[in-house]
């Protein structure tokens, strides 16, 4: 089963391919049969592979590599076009092509009415094909192919109604923030290929380790660009601005950028090159400082929003950040496994909000909802699943075990500290505040707008699967504590390197872990009392709540100074300069000799006399010279 | 022959069109069709049945030295692969643009295109100048009898600054034949002959500054490139095309073929002054693009980002970064000329090159909005497509010689995803302000759309044949910087030759 991997990634690009070329001819159903039907068969044929990868198991450290073609080979530098599977890849696939195909499917009945219903799926079809290639690439070209494949995708869909202004403003800012990104990733590349003579990862990280000595300024600088690259896609500080502002895609395309597509590329990429970040101890500590500080800080982002997709899309930066966190001490395999649990429980969010928004004729705005707990009750249940997971309520969910195994690692870890502890466990009690914000806000209180639409089948599938999975993910990384074997992180070791626990830190696991979850429902509790006795609007009058709060809206102010330092200086340049200020240089010259022309003219009057005047002149100047020189 | 056979279908085809123009004027471009797509047959036969190689000699002026040298190795060959594709794509696209004094027109358009064919394929640098002229003359009617508005300011302009910057390289041509002459006695034109001449460090740096100046207009670099915005803004389609495509690859090729080989301990001397001004024409070249309100400009200004990459990668003396500046040749050829095809059908509809005016266009015109946001991607690098393979290697290639610069010019990464995606918004994407409902790509529109759009993907995807056909260039030159081009191979040609040879003055 295994050769036919490349099919994986190929199914999605020829599928857009087909649907860009033909798909304005043909019926809706055909459209959504294609579109959808590429990816699912992307996702059983995922299943195939899987099954027969896992059947190696009796060597240990058995990859698959499949090389298509050749793509260059010029000078020594000769990348080529192969897919490489292992553990990490493999895990990786499984939910890409999986959580992909309930989204697609969901849009098939989602998009029924847009114009341009071909098109978007010829697009979300590039989108998961890109993925695809970036998580399988065996070379670090090819994986940028990819990389810069779901920055062009995320801008297409971004911007898929292209119409509205603001929609092109959002997709330029998320292609742009991100390509500053993917250019730190350039540079890496080329001190990579520079210095180490191959762009192969694997070599690239066997040669890393036998050549550039551990904390030597070369490994950090390379991984301080590779981690730049990561946080350019990954919307971490201090590229995040253009996540929140990406919501102005369909819900369907929001769903794929936070759960399956694009925002995980930069996790990825950290556990990828591991190696590097092991060898730079500087380079990991600040991706685990990057990861903190993003996710408390979107968390106060999400915790003031009105938009109920902005705050899913705070929590997904939030969230990001406990991935971050949890690669920067070394737990990741417990990246990896909340990347898993997240993709499930941020699709079902995204897909259950889209109905709500679909439902309330397009209504964004929490404040203008509510209520509707009666009116979609299977929207209600799944997002109370979804939200809860997110929330990380103990047992039950999902996001409880991959967050709080994160949580209890950043304390543990050989390179955690009580800090990175107190920041993700400070996080947790904001996501349980944000996350119930919106439960309550749009499901309970007053109806304040009815619902019109019911999701169909289509639409519902998609929801009942990613709830089911956002409980019983969990399951696949029992920790032993639980009656599990933490099955997961046993199959990415592997590939990742095992974590290190400090020592003496070890003890007192349970304790930290109901606290954890004590935290986890007290954050549900308390917005639950603020927001019912009206304590939540009394805060957020007062003036000095009102300032904070429209600093947290504004996302702390990055977009100002952004614009202030970076876009408005460039484009006011490119304003003022727009003749070309060294093309003065030429029409100057120009217009000199134009002048001098003029001038010479004014001599040819006519007049004798002033032809006489210049003759004598001539000719006293001449004899003048003659005589003096 | 097939060489000289390559330089006349044109030429003959463009009298040809003139001539037909006095039985029907809607004659004429069926005649250039049919010269371009004989000049691509022919191309595609060398490449396929010759492996891409060919050598003419015939004496022309013995007295001078100066003989008819054609020379194709695979450098050569792919550009005039190129010159032969762009040529067929220009006169498609001014089917229906050109209706007045049509026959003059193709006359004037294929001339070009021979000049430009015979600038790449001369071995005799007096013949190489003689082709350089050609190629000038017919464009300078273009713009000042097809263009818009101010065409005559900007064929002026365009003539002024490559015809003095031409005059300087005549000059050098000349010191290098004399200085040729003086020391070994016999005077030739002849390239090879005149690679070994042996060159004092201030004589080589003088006279590689004339030929590097003719380039660098043609190419442009800054601070030269100002000839450039006024005339491609002012040439009809075509003209832009064969400008954009072809006439600024001139310059390129110049310098991988004259300035690199004939004065390689000069060239390193320059090289970081050639570097600084590729990196500061990739990003100030895109600050304008970006400032502009008038998409053709705008599109004109990209090319001067775009050709930095080829002034850095060719200066930097690294193996892969002169792969990397023969990709961006071609590759930049194929996506501008694409673009300027696509403005020139929006300005055929619209009437305007305002960008203020434009806006929502994909709904009206699918074909045209799918290809611009292709060529769009393609300007601005995107991996899959050809235009990221050149510039990668560029980047990769000057890396290994100075990070400095190359993290520098990365920064146009980013520029020119601002610049491209900037055009797309003000085109295709934003709100249809005006209600514009123009027709879509009419179906000779979308074959060359397609065509372009094929090779482009294929380019980025598949770019081995054309690594192969140049290496052994790139190769030699690295190697032996002195003796760069091969030595003749059949025994006729050298007879030839040491006969030419034989009568100096």
Known sequence: MLELLWIIPALPFAGSLFLALLGRKLPRRAIACLGAGSVGICALLTGLVAISFIGHTSSHSFTYTQTL???????????????????????????????????????????????????????????????????????????????????????????????????????????????????????????????????????????????????????????????????????????????????????????????????????????????????????????????????????????????????????????????????????????????????????????????????????????????????????????????????????????????????????????????????????????????????????????????????????????????????AGGLVDLPKNFGGGSALTKFLTRDLPSFVTAPGRAVHQGMFGVFAACVSLGGILLIELLMRSRMYEKISESPRAKALHSFWFSGWGFDRLYDLVLVSPYAMLARINRDDVIDYFYTGLSRLSRQGWRGLCATENGRVRSFVLGIALGAAIIIGLAVFL | MILAGLILIPAVGGLLAWFTERFNPARPKFAALAAMAAELLAAVYLAAFRSGSARFVVPWIPRFGITIHLYCDGLSLVLVLLTAFLGLAAVASAWTEINERTGFFYFNLLLTLSGVTGVFLSLDLFLFYFFWEVMILPMYFLIALWGHENRVYASCKFFLFTQVSGLLMLVAILALYFLHGQNTGHYTFDYIQLLKTPLSHSAAM??????????????????????????????????????????????????????????????????????????????????????????????????????????????????????????????????????????????????????DSMGGLWSAMPRLGASLMLFAMASLGLPGLGNFIGEFLVLLGVFQVSPFWAVLASLGFVTSCVYSVWIVQRTIHGPNTRGWNPPDLSGRETVVMAAMSVLILWLGLFPRPVFTAVSPFVENLRQKPQSSAPAPESGRTTGVSRAVRGRTP
């Open chain 2, 206 to 355: 003088l006279i590689m500054s004339g030929f590097l100046i003719a380039f660098v207009v043609k190419l442009p670099s800054v601070p030269f490139h100002s000839w450039l915005p006024d005339a491609h803004t002012e040439a009809p389609t075509a003209g832009s095309v064969v400008l954009a495509g072809l006439l600024l690859k001139t310059g390129a090729y110049g310098i991988l073929r004259f300035v690199l080989p004939l004065f390689a301990s000069a060239v390193r001397h320059f090289a970081p002054i050639a570097m600084a001004l590729g990196v500061v024409s990739i990003l100030y070249g895109a600050l304008l693009a970006f400032g502009q309100r008038d998409l053709k400009r705008m599109i004109a200004y990209t090319s001067v980002s775009h050709m930095g990459f080829v002034l850095l990668g060719a200066f930097a003396g690294s193996r892969l970064a002169l792969y990397g500046v023969v990709m961006q040749i071609l590759c930049h050829g194929i996506s501008t000329g694409a673009l300027f095809i696509l403005v020139g059908g929006l300005r055929e509809r619209l009437h305007t090159r305002e960008l």
């Open chain 1, 69 to 471: 073609w050749s793509w260059l080979d010029v000078a020594g530098f000769g990348p080529s076009v192969s897919l490489h599977l292992d553990a990490l890849s493999l895990v990786m696939i499984l939910v890409i092509t999986l959580v992909s195909f309930l989204i697609h499917l969901y849009s098939t009945e989602f998009m029924i009415g847009d114009a341009d219903y071909s098109r978007f799926f010829a697009q979300m079809n590039l989108f998961v094909g890109s993925m695809l290639t970036l998580v399988l690439a065996d070379n670090f070209l090819l994986l940028y192919l990819g990389w810069e494949g779901v920055g062009l995708c995320s801008y297409l869909l971004i911007g898929f109604w292209y119409g509205e202004p603001q929609n092109g403003y959002a997709a330029r800012k998320a292609f742009i923030v991100t390509r500053v990104g993917d250019t730190a990733l350039a540079i890496a590349l080329f001190i990579i290929f520079t210095h180490l003579g191959t762009l192969r990862i694997g070599e690239v990280m066997l040669a890393a380790r036998d050549t550039w000595p551990a904390g030597s300024p070369i490994a950090t600088v390379t991984a301080l660009l590779l981690l730049a690259g990561a946080v350019g896609k990954s919307a971490q500080l201090p590229l995040q601005t253009w996540l929140p502002d990406a919501m102005a895609g369909p819900t369907p395309v929001s769903a794929l950028i936070h759960a399956a597509t694009m925002v995980t590329a930069g996790v990825y990429l950290i556990a990828r090159t591991n190696v590097l970040f092991m060898l730079s101890p500087a380079a990991l500590t600040a991706v685990a400082v990057i990861g903190a500080a993003t996710l408390v800080v979107a968390g106060f982002s999400g915790l003031v929003q009105h938009d109920i997709k902005r705050v899913l899309a705070y929590s997904t930066i939030s969230q990001i950040g406990y991935m971050f966190l949890a690669l920067g001490v070394g737990a990741w395999s417990a990246a990896i496994f909340h990347f898993m649990t997240h993709a499930f429980f941020k699709a079902l969010l995204f897909l259950g909000a889209g109905c709500v928004i679909a439902a309330t004729d397009g209504e964004h705005d929490m404040f203008k909802m509510g209520g509707l707990r009666k009116q979609m009750p299977l929207v209600f249940w799944t997002f109370l699943i979804g939200a809860c997971s997110l929330s990380a309520v103990p047992l039950i969910t999902a996001g409880f075990y991959s967050k709080d195994l994160i949580i209890w690692k950043a304390y543990c870890s050989a390179r955690g500290s009580v800090w990175l502890w107190a920041a993700a466990i400070f996080g947790s009690l904001l996501t349980s505040m944000y996350t119930f914000r919106m439960v309550l806000l749009t499901f309970f209180g007053p109806l304040r707008k009815n619902a019109t639409k019911r999701p169909g089948w289509p639409m519902s599938l998609p929801l009942v699967v990613l709830a089911v999975l956002s409980i």
